[in-house]
């Protein structure tokens, strides 16, 4: 199981991170485009998108984590962290 917990520790986590991060980034650019874009209405919908886009790409982060830890709860893997 040894591996089963560097894999996580050292590919899954920086990784789960890293596109939490582009989510986050994401969401963050389409509050900026339609705070920008007050008297654009189309302007303003692309932003929403982006807005929608980010939130549900944040959701499935956490839930790819979560689920990575009840897989490793499962099979009694010891990650720290």
Excluded at 63 to 77: C, F, K, N, P, Q
Aim: charged letters at 15%.
């Amino acid at each position: 199981m040894d591996a089963l917990t560097k894999i996580k520790t050292e590919i899954l986590n920086p990784i789960i991170w890293l596109l939490f991060a582009l989510a986050v980034g994401y969401f963050l650019y389409g509050v900026f485009v339609f705070i920008q874009n007050q008297d654009n209405e189309e302007a303003q919908k692309t932003g929403k998108n982006h807005m929608l886009w980010g939130i549900l790409g944040i959701f499935f982060m956490i839930a790819v984590y979560g689920i990575l830890g009840l897989i490793a709860r499962t099979l009694e893997v010891q990650v720290p962290g």
